[in-house]
């Protein structure tokens, strides 16, 4: 299966706790760390719900 890279790139101070947890869940702590994760449909709306947190990069 393919993966993709997701990349924070704006902090997580004055987000709602949900949205805090899911860059948790995606594996995220800090600014401009990069994780590589399977894709998947439940990925994909994790990646829909923070993106205005993070980007995907190719």
Do not use: F, Y
């Not at 990069?34 to 993106?51: N, Y």
């Amino acid at each position: 299966m393919a993966t993709i890279k997701i990349k924070q790139i704006k902090s997580k101070i004055g987000a709602p706790a949900d949205q805090k947890r899911t860059l948790a869940a995606l594996g995220l702590h800090k600014i401009s760390q990069v994780v590589e994760k399977e894709d998947s449909p439940s990925l994909r709306g994790m990646i829909r719900k923070v993106h205005h947190l993070v980007t995907v990069i190719d």
